[in-house]
């Protein structure tokens, strides 16, 4: 039996997707947690935790690093929730060109006055908008949302412009030809009318836009951002609104100083809150955890390398979590060998400072083996995980 804690309400379709070896009381220790934007920097966690899973795709609100030095995976469900943030993005694009938030506040504001139609058609000039059509849009960050963005963007014929120096290549085959390739920030805020932000929030992101960049930025700029607040100084926001530079921020991540900020447009983080992309991050997040818990195979993470054996059905395998270190392989099967153990398949991966080791064998595992490998200098965890029809 594995015991699974949500730390946010996750999706039913994903969540009956348990089968009845999973305890989902959220009572006693956890094998897996599941979660959205519940910020999980500073909590304590029991040393049951193996697998964490995000259902979405922003994976700031968790110490992903601290937690790979614990052995704990962390997956997350790319491109599960991409088509619902583009959907709000074309929502931002015209809501800030239409000046629909102001229009529709004004209108309900006469609703009781008796010549609203009349007074309608006499005042409606002060909201004149701009269309999108034949205007400049730079994309910052292009990969499952970004290029969603941008191609949405050919198709309402804007002239599109990307910057992303580490796109992957399954983004770029999935790019319209007509975005035109940017080597940099400035030049995108510095020529479009429109940017949209798209990357996540690392340390190499924070505060990306920064106020002498806005200083620079095409007049009249309106800048979209769904990714994360942190790219955006609030400081740089205020003073580009003040000059001009910025005309409008529309923003999925409000806070009380953007709130009481004229021409802000604050959206309560919605980004991803359509039933469709709901599901669709539950079912994988759901599918990421059982996967790891019952077979030891990481899917979608982003502290571990993705690692892969088919199901644990015949043979016991042993899952380990170690360091992306030389020998580790080695001093592993050494241990096996030793033991007169014969491995029937293995599977090494590496992905920055971790690496982790999949071996199915033909021998029982005893626990005197499993504390040997536990003993080896840089190895983090073990793990048996049993077969479920052992050939005997
Ligand atoms: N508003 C909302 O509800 C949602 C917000 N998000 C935010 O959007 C972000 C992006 O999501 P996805 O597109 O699904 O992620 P993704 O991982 O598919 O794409 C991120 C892209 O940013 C690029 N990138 C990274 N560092 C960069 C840099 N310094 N300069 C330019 N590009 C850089 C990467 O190469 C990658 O192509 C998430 O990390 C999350 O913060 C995601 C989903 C929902
Ligand atoms: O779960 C949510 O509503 C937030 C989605 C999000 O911000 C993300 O996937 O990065």
């Not at 979660?35 to 922003?58: N, P």
């Amino acid at each position: 039996m594995y015991a699974i804690k949500t730390l946010n309400n996750i999706s039913d379709k994903g969540m009956k997707l348990f089968t009845s070896e999973y305890d989902l009381s959220g009572e006693g220790k956890a094998d897996g947690i599941l979660l959205r934007s519940y910020s999980m920097h500073g909590m304590e966690l029991d040393d049951s935790v193996k697998v964490i899973a995000r259902a979405g795709a922003g994976v700031n609100n968790i110490p992903t690093e601290e937690y790979a030095e614990k052995g704990i995976v962390v997956c997350n469900t790319p491109g599960a929730n991409a088509n619902a943030v583009k959907e709000l993005v074309l929502l931002g694009l015209l809501m800030s060109s239409r000046n629909v938030v102001d229009a529709v506040d004004w209108v309900r504001s006469i609703k009781d006055n008796p010549d609203a139609e009349k007074v309608v058609e006499k005042e409606k000039g002060r909201f004149t908008g701009q269309e999108l059509t034949g205007k400049k849009i730079g994309i910052i960050g292009l990969g499952a949302i970004g290029a969603l963005v941008a191609n949405m963007c050919t198709s309402l014929k804007m002239d599109v412009y990307g910057y992303d120096p580490f796109i992957s290549v399954s983004a770029a085959w999935g790019l319209s030809y007509k975005v035109k390739r940017v080597e940099n920030v400035d030049m995108i805020l510095n020529n479009c009318d429109y940017v949209s932000l798209h990357v996540p929030l690392i340390e190499q992101t924070k505060n990306i836009i920064t106020a002498d960049r806005l200083k620079n930025a095409k007049k009249g700029l309106i800048l979209l951002n769904f990714a994360r607040g942190g790219l955006v100084p609030e400081a740089a926001i205020k003073e580009a609104l003040e000059l001009g530079s910025v005309s409008t921020y529309v923003t999925d991540f409000p806070n009380n100083n953007l709130l009481n900020m004229k021409n802000v447009i604050c959206i309560p983080h919605l980004g991803a809150s359509t039933e469709e992309s709901e599901e669709n991050c539950a079912i994988m997040a759901v599918n990421a955890t059982m996967e790891f818990l019952e077979n030891g195979n990481i899917v979608n993470s982003v502290n571990y390398p993705e690692c892969c054996m088919g199901p644990a059905d015949k043979r016991d395998r042993i899952s380990i979590c170690n360091r992306n270190i030389p020998n580790m392989v080695g001093q592993i099967s050494g241990i096996l060998a030793e033991k007169g153990m014969n491995i029937a398949e293995m599977k090494n991966q590496s992905k920055g400072n971790y690496a982790y080791t999949l071996i199915d064998t033909d021998n029982d595992v005893d626990e005197d083996t499993l504390d040997r490998l536990k003993s080896i200098e840089g190895v983090i965890r073990v793990r048996l995980i049993k077969a479920r029809n052992k050939v005997s």
